[in-house]
């Protein structure tokens, strides 16, 4: 008997110094273990979000993209397909699951190392939040212990909760809420079975199973979730059958948001860290700004239309780069995609290698995969690049980089990534709200805010403040001055002699006021510049909020030789819209932290608070008069032409050059600013003038945002007189100031005969 008896006394007494030993360590160990305080008052870093007037999403500022969720709104399709792929058992266990640590360990002993883990919601819970992720016995003995301590002071729902909210999930998602938008462009509780398995299946491997970077492989991995789902009997057959058919259709681009509002989310993020540094990232705080999503869309749209009407309208310049093809083996070499991989593209813009090339085919490769031939009206932009004789670095060839985008068919056509740049702003003239903003061509390409940030020379966009001025110093609509030509000799210059000139280089003699300012005659500006004094209007233009010290004393000012920026000018021209009250702009309403509560909000004192007079009534009601005249037979002509309104003003500007192209008006309701340029200041070409260039990016947005609404006009202010205008262009009435009432009305004037308006 004692060959068995001694044998099993040292197994017993082997198993009872296990358990002094590991009651030891118990004893030890428990007490040490970090506080759970981290889990009761649960505190994730969520990012600064950004949102519309509308509350639509348009930017996102931080490491953590994360929507925290109660548990009561997860939705129980979501529940089961976590528990189907990460512990079935969750519900029954304390924390340890036991029968899956044994088939772990066995699994482990027969495959010779530490190969399957068994992990339990809990212990990703403790990991998640106290531990590493390393594979050591030591980790995993304090892993167990913190997972006893959770489940002995947390609730399984408390737990599951945390897991939801904590868990990496790939690209920048943390949490299921947060990963639902960034995969699905949804809400969690919208999820079908099918993608709520594809998101259970990232926690095991966010990488690997990444429907965006590896598609086969996350669609392995639901395959296993949903099976997972119907052996537990979340799903029946139907469901299961339907869901592994359902064509899921991912988010391909992760910094997609509702509308392109890139420049305003990162003027609100600015706003937002100047006043909140510490925690601006971290904190959840929610930032509402005044575009509207339907306003934005409709800036962005124009902005970009017009910008590629005129790149066509300059050519082709050829192609944007060359890449070595010599490793490439197939039209579906992977390599491909590599080569593009370092190509930024936009949404209508893709980057594209040329395969094959001849005058009337062109066969390339998209981002992805996309095999595009390219024949007929799709050549016609590059046709002369694909010549033989066109230069050798810019010649459309095999191993060239050009650029796809879809036509007005739905088609593919060859386009250019656009040099020029443009920014537009629209803003409510009353309260000063910003209605949509668009900095740039392209925000990914340049920071650079050139509504905001961007000074340059307004040109003859600046000549209703000269004219405003000059009515408060005797002028009137009919104040007859000469448009002929005009010279300074250097004693008068102080530098040297200056000769400037209209713009079609014509004269056409004596003309009124308001047939000047439509047909924006450069000699006439100059002339009442001349008389009112330069000082003068330089302070008079401080009014509408321009810099004195960028508008310098000279009679240049009178052809808009400052410096401005597309903030200023919708401004300014908000003054004529609103009656003569000086509103300030502002783009964040309102800042609420993470449970919404407002920290600050925006006070604006709108138009209508004699405060805020900058200019007298009669000559807001005056000038809008003479501005409307310039967007019905002036230099605007076609915004009155193609918007079939009457209620319409604003001015165009070109400057000097054709460096800079402007057109700034406004409705009762809404003003706008539309610039047009090059961030290196150079030529935009004969013929780029405001009302060629920049007013269809005004036109096209207005089309749109003043759908619907009725047209509106300026009530007649107190002080004016009416009297019957002496014909021509121009209203039946002409109003006047009644201390500067003339005896008569000037006869039509040789100036004031229809001719093309040219600026």
Known sequence: ?????????????????????????????????????????????????????????????????????????????????????????????????????????????????????????????????????????????????????????????????????QIFLGQRAYGFSAAAQIYFGKPLKDLTPAEAAMLAGLPKAPSTFNPVVNPKRAKLRQQYVLRRMREMGALDDKQYEAAIKQALVIKRDASEFSAHAEYVAEMARQITAERYPDEVYSRGLRVYTTITKADQLAAYTSLRRGVFDYDRRHGYRGAESFVDMKEVTSDQDETLDELLADISGTEDLSPAIVLEA?????????????????????????????????????????????????????????????????????????????????????????????????????????????????????????????????????????????EPKNYDGKYEGPMKLRTALAKSKNMVSIRILQAIGTHYAQDYATRFGFDAEKHPAYLTMALGAGSVTPWQMVSAYSVFANGGYRIQPYIVSSIRDEKDQI????????????????????????????????????????????????????????????????????????????????????????GETGGASALPIWIGYMQKALKDVPETFLSVPEGMVAKESAGGKGPAKEFFYKENVPEEIPEHQPGDAETKAVD
């Open 1 to 165: 008997m004692r060959w068995i008896l001694y044998p099993l006394i040292l197994v017993v007494g082997l198993f009872a110094i296990g358990i002094a030993v590991a009651a030891i360590v118990l004893v030890l160990t428990y007490p040490n273990l970090p506080s759970l305080e981290v889990l009761t008052d649960y505190r994730p870093k969520v990012p600064l979000r950004v949102f519309t007037a509308d509350g639509q999403l348009i930017g996102e500022f931080g490491e953590e993209r994360r929507n925290v969720v109660r548990i009561e709104d997860v939705p129980a399709t979501m529940k089961q397909a976590i528990l189907a792929a990460e512990d079935e058992r969750f519900y029954q266990h304390g924390g340890i699951d036991t029968l899956g640590m044994a088939r772990a360990a066995i699994m482990n002993l027969t495959s010779g190392g530490k190969k399957q883990g068994a992990s339990t919601i809990t212990q990703q819970v403790a990991r998640n939040f106290f531990l590493s992720s390393e594979k050591t016995y030591t980790r995993k003995l304090y892993e167990v212990l913190l997972s006893f301590k959770i489940e002995h002071n947390l609730s399984k729902d408390q737990i599951l909760e945390l897991y939801v909210n």
């Open 358 to 498: 001849s005058t009337k085919q062109v066969k390339v490769y998209r981002k992805g995969g996309d095999l595009i031939t390219l024949t007929g009206d799709a050549l016609k932009f590059a046709a002369r690049m694909l010549d033989e004789k066109a230069p050798p670095n810019k010649r459309i060839r095999r191993g060239a980089v050009i650029r796809v985008q879809h036509d007005d068919k739905g088609g593919w056509q060859i386009v250019q990534m656009p040099e020029v740049e443009s920014a537009f702003v629209s803003i409510d003239p009353y309260t000063g709200s910003i209605r949509s903003l668009v900095g740039g061509f392209d925000f990914n390409r340049s920071k650079f805010n050139h509504v905001s940030q961007a000074w340059r020379q307004p040109g003859s966009s600046f000549k209703p403040f000269i004219y405003s001025a000059a009515l408060e110093k005797g002028f009137t609509p009919t104040s007859v001055i000469q448009d002929e030509p005009i010279v300074f000799p250097a004693s008068v210059t102080g530098s040297q002699a200056w």
């Open 599 to 686: 920290l600050a909000q925006a006070q604006p004192t709108p138009a209508g608070n004699e405060d805020l007079r900058a200019i007298d009534a009669r000559n807001a009601f005056v000038m809008d008069s003479l501005l409307r005249d310039v967007t019905i037979y002036g230099t605007a002509a076609r915004a009155s032409n193609i918007l079939k309104r009457k209620d319409l003003a604003g001015k165009t500007g070109t400057t000097n050059e054709h460096v800079d192209a402007w057109f700034c008006g406004y409705q009762q309701t809404l003003a706008g600013c539309a610039w047009i340029g090059f961030d290196q200041p150079k030529n935009l070409g004969n």
